[in-house]
């Protein structure tokens, strides 16, 4: 159970986007409902989810949502995990590698770019953020300035979400085990 309650009341937004995502993956998000208690939270919240994590880019999508697992992983945010599982499947990109993301560096599952960019994530992801020079050097001979830009804005993207889940402790909420709206 979450920390803190959902205010009764939810501001307009809010229970519109809501009613997208619920409609999109078969229930609500428990952390929409808690920005409820800042009415101009949500708006940020649904441009964010709009703009950032569903937006097309030329990163491709395994290594997208590899790399938001990876990062919700090393966050411990269930709530994330969860739903990036069920996005996964939703995609018709396979659970094993997502299950196994932790393992990048030495599972033989994982090609040397998706191995390239879990490094950066991994890196990006740490309180400092710092990203060495040879990580980044390996991540160019696989990716764009283009995919690594949209590689950087998932996994900050991603850490925003975790950051505001996990603290909160908003639980799982068995999205994958819901199946594809699709």
Sequence with gaps: MARIA?????????TFINKMLAGRFGKPFPT????????????AYGFMANNFSNSRTTLPTPIKRLATQLVAQLNQCAFCIDLGQRVATDEKLGLEKMRLVLQY?????FSASEKAALQYVFEAT????????????????????????????AVATENFYNRLTAPLEIEAQGFCAIGSAK
């Excluded at 560096?105 to 599952?109: A, D, K």
């Design 6 to 14: 959902a205010p009764k009341k939810q501001p307009l937004i809010g």
């Design 32 to 43: 929409l409902q808690l920005l409820g208690h800042n009415p101009h939270f949500p708006i």
């Design 105 to 109: 560096q030495t599972n033989p599952l």
């Design 126 to 153: 740490q309180v400092m953020a710092k990203v060495s020079d040879d990580t980044f050097a390996n991540l160019t001979k696989h990716f764009s300035e283009r995919e690594i830009l949209e590689l950087t804005v």
